[in-house]
């Protein structure tokens, strides 16, 4: 059987499947956002209320938030502005505060895996950034979290070169072990434990890395050199101190562990209090 | 101008190892006398700035997002090739070489696939020294999988997020060099234009996306990993901030496109659900090794169960069809990509479509439920349940998935030599960003690796080449071309900054989606592709009209970052179609109606479509000029695909 | 040296410092509990003030009461130190709050903390400052009859203001003198606003104890499969409930059973 030029291929018949499009998505839920604007970091913000209206269950929270967008661009209004990038839960980057959750109230998603279907007709959401000293706003909704990368650039690797490294198999890892070290890497840095965090501490990401390594036969060379630089780093940062509420656990898109914490813990207690090699400063040489 | 490939004579074996000992080194004290800008940090990037700066050089690398982690390599489910054999089950690099020439439909370079198969056994080594945690058995040693119907397990994986730890592995030796002070790091920043001085590249210009600032930078040689295009049919599976500006922008200042018609579309999205939707889900292939693509066997039932006047379980087994398996009964739901996407799509056209648009088929796990028991599917398959449960609010467990192919990875890219340069000298392309590796089609778990094989173990060898050539003379950012390219970048943002018109710039996009989709998606005619072209030129001319572009350069903003973008997307999409009519053959992703075989298969045309597009860019409003490059195959025999 | 410096000003440091003072906190109410349930002996308050006695008289106890007087100050500055900083670390609060994501004692440890330490300021100015530093506590004496074991309970004014305790035989007759905390107890007891204060001080206990005794735990690192489930257990049945159900009854059996 051949695949077939299709008559379909008209212009009308192309408007007519548009259409169809449009209809599906028209939704009858009307809902009151309660959004944070803030031009920039210099001047102050406000809550501003906006109508969403004609909302499908279906739509994703960031999808209607682009319905919102668009209404406001025929108007000739500043967009809302938010982080987003893949809008499949994995890069990170979508970060608001909605009703008192980081990602909204359902558990282990990001924003960009909330459906309207959480919400319902003539709610009124609330919808904030991250709040954090160390995350300033940039523009409305959006902050800035290169906190994050500080506290990996400050010791979250294996200082390995590429190249001249054993086969693969050579390390032999217990499965469980893996296992564990891939729960802890699974972080997406998008900051959600901050943001939860009555303290603002950024203790369970920045304990995530330290334990995928601590676990690891690669990461042990540097296990206690790595644990002292990241959690200097974090400290300069101005993040607050974890108190085990667990909220950053509960939040958490990826269910990341508070035992991390503990495990960064204990080794940065055996690194400051009862190890004896010198806290090598990272030179910056020829690299 | 002729197109050299620079493919080293010899035996296929021993190209790459010879290559590498021809290629001139740049002495180890001088490597810091050379500054290397590298754009975008998703595998390719973040692995080619961090291997760059080890070796001395010093990094300036970008990114758009708010940190180099977040780059879409992140999103790769499925896993990574490597021929290491550690199954004992008749894989080698030959093998994986080979696999690759054919699975691209015989549309790639030989020498480059193979040095790709070759270097992929240092990835993994690579990879697991960085400690990223792959699957792993009982015993310690690293688990495999089979994948994309390969014959053999060759694939390394990390549950279902494979992509995300390679970056984070990529990303933690970038890390490392940032903090050595070899790499400078930009993020929210946006390359806007690549900056040519005496025919090579010195520079580009770049937006600060926080405050606009529009800065020039200067380096030795320029790396674009900057990733496809596939956002050109604004649905697709890539992230929201996906674009093709960069790769664009360097086109338009001399560097070929090559196949820019070539996308893959993966066959296991999850649908469409109206027109607010934004982007696309994709999950991972590994669910048709379990799960019965079928439909309903007439438009009447289908029509039925969208109306919800029958219930898909209710459904009996006679009414149903599945295709896959009756037309291929050998390989049944595990034919190929493209195959399996084109006829869901015939399936559709036909009006059998199902769910609430029609415009999907089923995917049912009824059968393996009964026959495993619900555990056991769980065990495999959880996480991609959960997020379909999650996306579509329907429990996969009690009603058949319903999914439909969309857009996935584009082969096509800019146009490079064995070197990874582009026809503008000291401009290089890495990753997805260029088109070299897999042909019309590529096969799954291959991005992965060869995003990493350009970036740690092929850019490191052939930069010094150029470098060394050109010598450690700083570059003259005094030069005119930095202060006009940058000029010139100002006058375009303006020019859209003026335009206050009455359609969104998000309506152009989604209008360009659907006759992209439309008339160059899985299926292309003649016909379809011509009127297409038209669609898009008018489109393109009312977007300079009629668009609306809010607010000022000096600030955050969003609006004015998605016109560029989609601008350039209008320009490329023409190209695409271009590229898709004059490739009057059906090869991998690519099927043109007029060329297949009386049972409806893809028919290549090796005499006369044997070859590379390269696509040279003239001036604005100008066909753009084909340049051909002769594919030469010494190793293998080019066959037809047949999956019946 | 610089080094512990720098560690105990870490984030982390800090948190140690609340860990160690804690758990070195709860091991003290370990002993006071132990002590205080002879309270309810119906001895005439024998036992207690002759234990009362020991505390307040036997020198090693003595060093450890200082080290957690201390230890009280410590986790206390501490506190106000961290949660200053805590506070600093988000400058801009949130309009929404949820409370759905963390225990509500972990949340409130704080507070929890302020009501300890007033209750700890008004308990200790009551019952050990007087019965240290001043002449407001009375003296008893008990007359033990060695062939019957019966003791009788009197009165006893000491001659001299220096005098702090004796213990004698007379004619078959052990006679211990003591300062009568037990009867300061009481009269304490027998307040009702007292009593409530004392009841609520240990319902905040309880709460403090309940986050507090397994994330001290959590600080030192000490999780493991195994054994965590016990520490919370421990945590909830004995620091949580046994601990402050016990001390809470002290009031209020005497406040019922008061003449």
């Known amino acids: 059987m051949r695949f077939e030029v299709l008559n379909r291929n008209t212009t009308q018949d192309f408007r007519l499947r548009t259409t169809d499009f449009i209809k599906m998505s028209n939704g009858n839920m009307n809902l009151t956002l309660k959004v944070w604007r803030q031009k920039n970091a210099q001047t102050a913000g406000k809550f501003v209320n906006y109508k969403a209206e004609g909302i499908s269950p279906d739509m994703s929270f960031l999808e209607m938030l682009d319905v919102v967008n668009e209404g406001l661009i025929h108007k000739g209004e500043d967009p809302i502005h938010f982080d987003h990038d893949c809008r499949e839960g994995i890069c990170g980057m979508c970060s608001l505060y909605i009703n008192g959750h980081p990602h909204g109230p359902k558990r282990a998603i990001t924003t960009c895996q909330l459906h309207m279907r959480t919400f319902h007709d003539g709610e009124t959401v609330t919808i904030e950034p991250w709040r954090a000293g160390p995350f300033p706003v940039i523009k409305d909704l959006a902050v800035d979290r290169s906190a994050f990368d500080r506290i990996q650039q400050a010791g979250g690797y294996v200082s390995v070169n590429t190249g001249g490294v054993p086969d693969a198999n050579e390390i032999a890892i217990p499965k469980v072990i893996a296992d564990e070290a891939f729960n802890s890497a699974t972080c997406i840095g998008c ?25 690891l036969p690669q990461g042990q060379p540097e296990r206690y050199r790595r644990v002292q630089s990241m959690v200097a780093q974090m400290d300069a940062e101005g993040f607050g101190s974890c108190t085990n509420t667990g909220a950053c ?23 400051k209090l009862f190890r004896q090699e010198e806290l090598h400063e990272q030179g910056h040489g020829e690299g | 101008m002729s197109l050299d490939a620079k493919i080293p004579a010899g035996p296929l074996a021993e190209k790459w190892s010879k290559h590498k000992f021809n290629l001139k080194l740049v002495n180890p004290a001088n490597k810091r006398k050379y500054d290397v800008i590298v754009v975008g940090t998703g595998l390719a990037g973040a692995s080619a700035a961090a291997s760059l700066a080890e070796l001395g050089y010093n990094v300036k690398a970008f990114c758009f ?31 994986l070489f080979y696999d690759t020439i054919k699975g691209g439909d015989y549309r790639a370079r030989e020498g480059n696939v193979y040095r790709l198969a070759e270097v992929s056994v240092n990835i993994i080594d690579q990879c697991v020294a960085q400690g990223v945690p792959f699957a792993r058995e009982y015993g310690g040693l690293l688990d495999n999988r089979s994948f994309g119907g390969a014959q053999v397990s060759r694939t390394f994986y990390a549950r279902g997020q494979t992509g995300q730890q390679l970056l984070l592995g990529a990303y933690s030796a970038l890390n490392r060099q940032i903090n050595a002070g070899k790499v400078k790091m930009y993020t929210r920043t946006e390359m806007l234009d690549v900056v040519i001085v005496d025919g090579k590249a010195q520079g580009i210009v770049t937006r600060n996306l926080k405050d606009g600032k529009i800065e020039t930078h200067s380096g030795h040689a320029v790396l674009l990993c900057t990733g496809g295009y596939g956002n ?14 960069a790769a664009w922008r360097a086109h338009k200042r001399g560097a070929f496109f090559g196949n820019p018609c070539y996308t893959q579309i993966h066959p296991t999205c999850i649908p469409v659900t109206g027109d607010h939707q934004s982007k696309l889900t994709l999950m991972s292939e590994s669910l048709r090794n379990d799960g019965r693509v079928w439909a309903p066997k007439t438009a009447e039932l289908s029509q039925k169960l969208r109306k919800g006047e029958l219930k898909v379980t209710d459904l009996k087994e006679e009414d149903r069809d599945y295709f896959l398996e009756r037309k291929y009964p050998s390989f049944g739901n595990l034919v190929p990509r493209d195959v399996a996407s084109r006829n869901a799509k015939e399936i559709v056209d036909e009006g059998r479509g199902v769910g609430g648009s029609g415009v999907a088929v089923y995917l049912d796990f009824a059968e393996s439920i009964s026959r495993l028991g619900e555990d056991a599917v769980r065990a495999k398959y959880g996480n991609l349940f959960d997020m379909y449960y999650q996306i579509t609010d329907e429990n996969p467990y009690e009603v058949p998935m319903r999914i439909y192919p969309a857009v996935h990875y584009t082969m096509g890219g800019l146009w490079v030599d064995y070197n990874l340069m582009t026809t503008v000298q000291g401009l290089y392309a890495l990753g997805e960003a260029n ?13 992965l690796m060869q995003g990493l094989a350009d970036g740690y173990f092929v850019i490191p060898y052939t930069i010094g080449d150029y470098l060394a050539t050109i010598g450690p003379k700083p570059v003259d950012t005094k030069h005119p071309a930095f202060e006009q390219t940058k000029k010139e970048v100002e006058e375009r943002i303006n020019k859209l900054l003026s335009l206050k018109g009455n359609k969104t710039v998000d309506e152009y996009h989604r209008e360009l989606g659907l006759i992209m989709w439309e008339y160059c998606g899985m299926a292309r005619s003649e016909e379809g592709l011509k009127k297409a072209k038209g669609l898009i030129h008018n489109l393109r001319a009312d977007f300079w009209k009629n668009a609306i572009v809010i607010g000022e350069n000096e600030e955050f903003n969003s609006s004015l970052e998605k016109a560029g973008r989609v601008a350039d997307f209008l320009e490329l999409g023409e190209l695409m179609i271009d590229d898709a009519l004059m490739r009057h053959e059906s090869c991998g992703g690519h099927f043109r109606l007029e060329s297949q075989t009386e049972e409806g298969e893809a028919k290549r045309d090796d005499e006369n479509f044997a070859f590379v597009a390269a696509w040279e860019y003239k001036a604005d409003n100008q066909p753009e000029v084909l340049h051909k490059e002769e594919l030469v195959f010494e190793n293998v025999h080019l066959t037809q695909r047949s999956y019946k | 040296m610089s080094e512990f410096k720098e560690t105990f000003n870490s984030s982390l440091g800090k948190k140690l410092i609340m860990a160690l003072t804690g758990l070195f906190l709860c091991t003290f109410l370990i002993v006071h509990v132990g002590g205080n349930l002879l309270l309810f002996k119906h001895d005439d308050g024998f036992a207690f003030n ?23 100050l410590v986790h206390t500055l501490y506190a106000i130190v961290l949660t200053v900083k805590n506070r600093k670390a988000r400058p801009v609060g949130y309009a929404v709050t949820s409370s759905d994501n963390a225990k509500w004692q972990s949340r409130n440890m704080g507070l929890l903390g302020s009501i300890l330490f007033l209750f700890i300021v008004i308990h200790m100015s009551d019952f050990w400052y007087n019965y240290k530093y001043t002449d407001n506590v009375p003296y008893k004496e008990y007359r033990t009859d060695l062939s019957s074991g019966i003791t009788q309970s009197v009165e006893f004014v000491p001659t001299s203001p220096k005098f702090e305790n004796s213990v004698t035989t007379e004619n078959n007759f052990e006679i211990v003198r003591v300062k009568d905390l037990h009867e300061r107890v009481k009269g304490s007891f027998s307040n009702v606003w007292y009593v409530i204060f004392y009841v609520l001080a240990m319902l905040a206990i309880s709460f403090h104890l309940r986050h507090g005794f397994q994330s001290a735990f959590r600080t030192l690192g000490w999780v493991h499969k195994k054994y965590t489930p016990v520490v919370q257990f421990v945590g909830t049945w004995l620091f949580a409930v046994i601990i402050p159900l016990s001390f809470a009854l002290m009031p209020i059996v005497y406040f019922f059973t008061r003449n």
Request: charged residues 15%; contains cysteine.
């Open chain 1, 191 to 215: 900051g959600a434990c901050v943001a939860a965090c009555k303290n603002a501490s950024a203790m369970l990401f920045v304990s995530a890395k330290i334990k995928q390594f601590s676990l």
């Open chain 1, 249 to 271: 656990e509960a939040e958490c898109p990826k269910e990341i562990k508070l035992t991390n914490i503990a495990g960064m813990n204990l080794d940065y207690f055996s690194a």
């Open chain 2, 65 to 95: 997002q708010d940190s180099p982690r977040r780059a879409h390599s992140i999103a790769a489910q499925g896993g990574i090739n490597a021929a290491k054999n550690y199954r004992n089950d008749g894989d080698s690099v030959y093998r």
């Open chain 2, 232 to 245: 050109v049919f604004y649905l697709s599976t890539n992230a929201m901030g996906c674009n093709v500006t």
């Open chain 2, 435 to 447: 088109f070299s590796d897999h042909g019309a089609n590529r096969l799954g778990a291959s991005a």
């Open chain 3, 50 to 72: 002759v234990y009362a006695n020991f505390l307040t008289h036997f020198p090693p106890i003595e060093v450890i009461a200082y080290l957690l007087y201390l230890s009280i």
